[in-house]
Structure formats: C-alpha cells, structure tokens
C-alpha cells in the first residue's frame, strides 16, 4: 500500500497550491479519505476528509471557505485545492486512507507547505 503526497512548496500568503495524494494498492472505493496537517511543535490536526463517493465533505474552522478537497476515484487519487494561504497553513501534509469498516489505516509521507508572509 502507497499514498504519495505531491504539490507542496513555498507560497507567498494570499498564493494558492494544489496538494495530490495518489493511493496505490488499496481498492480506493472503499476508502474514506482525509487531510491532516502538523506545524512544528504541534499536534497533528485534521483538515479535510471526503466520503468514499465524495458526496460527503468536512473542514476544519481555520480553512473552511478557502480549501476544497475532492477526489478522483477513477485514478486513485485525492486532493486539496488550497486558496488565500496564510502563514499560519505552513505545515507537513499528510493524507490519510481509512477503509469504510475502519479496520485499515494507512498514511502518506507527508509533503511541506510554507507560507511565507
């Protein structure tokens, strides 16, 4: 099982990113996918989750009205579309697949945004 992040970089704030997370291995139809972030000295937090058909959507307060997450089950692949960054996104992304029964969890690497001000 694979999830490849991709997308992260250095942005200005007010800029934009696109961040992929591209699943292998798992029968991603079945997998609920989410978003999570860690800033240095904090905790990991949740971002964005989308349901297996991608019908059902969550964000978090801080980036609710500016990210949009969504996915393409054809190829097995998640995303965040992230708008009017501020300095305070700067983080390690990471995605998240958990299958419907709860029973498999599996983690990307991680990829780092930085938002400078």
């Known amino acids: 099982v694979q999830l490849v992040e991709s997308g992260g970089g250095l942005v200005q704030a007010g800029g934009s990113l696109t961040l992929s997370c591209a699943a292998s291995g798992i029968t991603f139809t079945v997998y609920a996918m989410t978003w999570y972030r860690q800033a240095p000295g904090k905790q990991r937090e949740l971002v964005a989750s989308?349901?297996?058909?991608?019908?059902?959507?969550n964000y978090s307060d801080s980036v609710k009205g500016r990210f949009t997450i969504s996915r393409d089950n054809a190829k097995n692949t998640m995303y965040l579309q992230m708008n009017s960054l501020k300095p305070e996104d700067t983080a390690v992304y990471y995605c998240?697949?958990?299958?419907?029964?709860?029973?498999?969890?599996?983690w990307g690497q991680g990829t780092q945004v930085t938002v400078s001000s």
């Open positions: 998240n697949a958990q299958s419907w029964d709860a029973r498999n969890n599996y």
């Open positions: 989308i349901g297996r058909g991608g019908g059902s959507r």
